[in-house]
T-cell receptor, first 116, second 112 residues
Framework: AQKVTQAQTEISVVEKEDVTLDCVYE???????LFWYKQPPSGELVFLIR??????QNEISGRYSWNFQKSTSSFNFTITASQVVDSAVYFC?????????????FGQGTTLQVKP | SAVISQKPSRDICQRGTSLTIQCQVD?????MFWYRQQPGQSLTLIAT?????????ESGFVIDKFPISRPNLTFSTLTVSNMSPEDSSIYLC?????????FGSGTRLTVV
């Protein structure tokens, strides 16, 4: 069965600190997709990144970076020099291959609080 | 990516009543998904709606409680029936295109 685990329920940092959000996944598929979403207090889901199972390159987008390691089934997300506006709930998610249902499996989410 | 218009954005309903949530997509999509997010929790898939066939419900969700319509490739509705306070949640629709998932802005439902 597919599963996504975000072991960190809540993280609190002071502005300008770096913070890493962990994500561990389980799947028997060889083709799958991993995602990170941000959910600010307003409730909408903001897409951050998608990574397919064949692309293990790390990615950097501004202050955001992602580390995908198939060997440990992890897809961790780092925010460098955190800001108060980064405060939100962050979800890691996994989707099946296109030939299957295509549904997203979400982790439990990590609430990040960045204090000024 | 697709653009989704979800209505209503929020509602306060009396227990025992029903609420229908609408999602309109700006382009045709094969699958639409309905999720529930209970307070402080993650998102849980309720059902997958394909045009021209009955929705596929996840374990723990039944059609009598959450009937879904999918009359065409750009529109779907989810009804929350015979509501109780436990149904107070955010309900979100989602579509997928080229393995990119787009979500509606959500419907924040409070049942009193």
């Amino acid at each position: 069965a597919q599963k996504v685990t975000q072991a960190q329920t809540e993280i609190s940092v002071v502005e300008k600190e770096d913070v890493t959000l962990d994500c561990v996944y389980e799947t028997r598929d060889t083709t799958y997709y991993l995602f990170w979403y941000k959910q600010p207090p307003s409730g909408e889901l903001v897409f951050l990144i998608r990574r397919n199972s064949f692309d293990e390159q790390n990615e950097i987008s501004g202050r955001y970076s992602w580390n995908f390691q198939k060997s440990t089934s992890s897809f961790n997300f780092t925010i460098t020099a955190s800001q108060v506006v980064d405060s939100a709930v962050y979800f890691c998610a996994l989707s099946e291959a296109p030939s299957n249902t295509g549904k997203l499996i979400f982790g439990q989410g990590t609430t990040l609080q960045v204090k000024p | 990516s697709a653009v989704i218009s979800q209505k209503p954005s929020r509602d306060i309903c009396q227990r025992g009543t029903s609420l229908t949530i609408q999602c309109q997509v700006d382009s045709q999509v094969t699958m639409m998904f309905w999720y529930r997010q209970q307070p402080g929790q993650s998102l849980t898939l309720i059902a997958t709606a394909n045009q021209g066939s009955e929705a596929t419900y996840e374990s723990g969700f039944v059609i009598d409680k959450f009937p879904i319509s999918r009359p065409n490739l750009t529109f779907s509705t989810l009804t929350v029936s015979n509501m109780s306070p436990e149904d107070s949640s955010i309900y979100l629709c989602s579509v997928v295109r080229d393995y990119g998932y787009t979500f509606g802005s959500g419907t924040r439902l409070t049942v009193v």
